[in-house]
């Protein structure tokens, strides 16, 4: 019966030959088990996933147990929200590991793409539905990289300060702007990641908040720091691990191009941007 069902999903998908190799593997693995009681629509969503991605196989063959959760009753229905991809993100850092926290951040994108392009070949999400999936996916592991990369840098050199228009210290501020696809939550599965990296204002780095303006020449600067921690993000995001990169990160469309500073103060852009953005 099971061979039936199979058989006939087979048939009604774009590539038949292509699925079927693609289920020879999996049965003969540890995800063999599945394969006794697979429904009518689980069979119809993995001949479309395998017949229209050889990544999602190699992902299947890498990782078996992916693959009973992604074909569970009604979990390809709906999109995944970022309130909830977001959660699941801050799960994986409670143990205070970040090393190893990482690692199953790659491994989390890597499920949740599988799941994204499952719904996709399936037809069961519009071309919206997926690409923000994609784009908010995207968002939640650029935070995550740069929530470690900040507390690292800060326990290293501590932290940032300028001061305010009432001449008042405060903590400076850092965030990363999505450009491009990534701004208009429109991502794909291939795209690269256009961003800008930009903080409150110029000042320096201290345990405390200064107390004395002349502290000033004896402190690293905050372009220097948020350069830095731009570097880093940079680094961690494109790095390639045996759980695979993050993204392809562009930093084409800032300010000045290649030659341009990789982080710059909310100034620094509006005197750009005035001057010569046109």
């Given at each position: 019966m099971r061979k039936n069902v199979l058989n006939a999903a087979l048939e009604n998908s774009a590539d038949p030959e292509r699925a079927r190799k693609g289920i020879d593997q999996l049965q003969t693995g540890a995800g063999a088990a599945l394969f006794k009681t697979i429904s009518s629509e689980q069979a119809r969503v993995l001949s479309a996933l395998l017949s229209g991605s050889q990544a999602a196989l190699e992902l299947l063959l890498a990782h078996p147990d992916w693959l009973a959760p992604l074909l569970e009753d009604g979990s390809l229905l709906y999109p995944r929200r970022e309130k909830g991809l977001r959660r699941q993100v801050e799960q994986l850092f409670m143990g205070g590991d970040n090393s190893a926290a990482l690692g199953e951040l790659r491994l989390f994108k890597q499920r949740e793409m599988l799941r994204i392009a499952a719904r996709d070949l399936a037809r069961l999400g519009n071309v919206g539905e997926i690409t923000r999936e994609l784009s908010d996916l995207a968002d939640v592991c650029l935070q995550a990289v740069l929530r470690v990369c900040q507390e690292q840098l800060v326990r290293r050199l501590s932290r940032p300060f300028h001061l305010d228009a009432n001449g008042r210290w405060q903590e400076t501020m850092f965030c990363v702007i999505g450009l491009g696809k990534l701004g208009g939550q429109e991502l794909n599965y291939s795209s690269d990641v256009d961003v800008l990296f930009v903080y409150?204002?110029?000042?320096?780095?201290?345990?405390?908040?200064?107390g004395q303006i002349e502290t000033i020449g004896h402190a690293l600067s905050n372009h220097k720091f948020f350069k830095r921690l731009?570097?880093?993000?940079?680094?961690?995001?494109?790095?390639?691990?045996?759980?695979?990169?993050?993204?392809?990160?562009?930093?084409?469309?800032?300010?000045e191009g290649k030659m341009g500073p990789l982080a710059r103060s909310l100034p620094s852009y509006e005197d750009y941007y005035a001057q010569w953005g046109q």
């Open positions: 409150n204002d110029e000042g320096f780095v201290s345990e405390v908040p200064p731009s570097e880093m993000i940079v680094a961690e995001v494109s790095r390639m691990t045996p759980e695979g990169a993050l993204s392809r990160i562009d930093m084409r469309l800032r300010p």
